[in-house]
Nanobody
Framework: QVQLVESGGGLVHPGGSLRLSCVASREIIGWLTMGWYRQTPGKTLELVARLFPSGSTDYVDSVKDRVTISRDTGKNTLYLQMNTLNPEDAAVYYC?????????WGQGTQGTVST
C-alpha cells in the first residue's frame, strides 16, 4: 500500500500561482509513473501532468507553458507548480501513482481561482 498526501491548495486570484505537493509514504518517487489529475463538479477526471521514471513529462494542452511537474526523491515528494492561473484551473487536484500492479490516489487538495 502507498499513502499519498497532497497539500498546497488554496485560493488565489487570476494570474496567481499555486504549488501543490504530494508526499508518498514509501520511496516510490522516481520509480513509478506519477501524475496530477483534477476534477470539477460535473466534469470527468482530467489528467493535468505526468512524470515518468525516466524524467520525461507530458501535460494537457490547456496547462502547457504554465505548469511544471517535478519530484524530489529524497523527500518522497511530487510537486505541481502552477502559474498564471485562471478560473478554469479551479478544481480538486489529485496525486496519482501508477504501476502495472496497482494504482494509488491521494485525497485531493482544492485549488480555487477567483477574484
Amino acid at each position: 500500500q502507498v499513502q499519498l498526501v497532497e497539500s498546497g491548495g488554496g485560493l488565489v486570484h487570476p494570474g496567481g500561482s499555486l504549488r501543490l505537493s504530494c508526499v508518498a509514504s514509501r520511496e516510490i518517487i522516481g520509480w513509478l509513473t506519477m501524475g496530477w489529475y483534477r476534477q470539477t463538479p460535473g466534469k470527468t477526471l482530467e489528467l493535468v501532468a505526468r512524470l515518468f521514471p525516466s524524467g520525461s513529462t507530458d501535460y494537457v494542452d490547456s496547462v502547457k507553458d504554465r505548469v511544471t511537474i517535478s519530484r524530489d526523491t529524497g523527500k518522497n515528494t511530487l510537486y505541481l507548480q502552477m502559474n498564471t492561473l485562471n478560473p478554469e484551473d479551479a478544481a480538486v487536484y489529485y496525486c496519482n501513482v501508477y504501476s502495472a500492479a496497482a494504482e494509488f490516489w491521494g485525497q485531493g487538495t482544492q485549488g480555487t481561482v477567483s477574484t
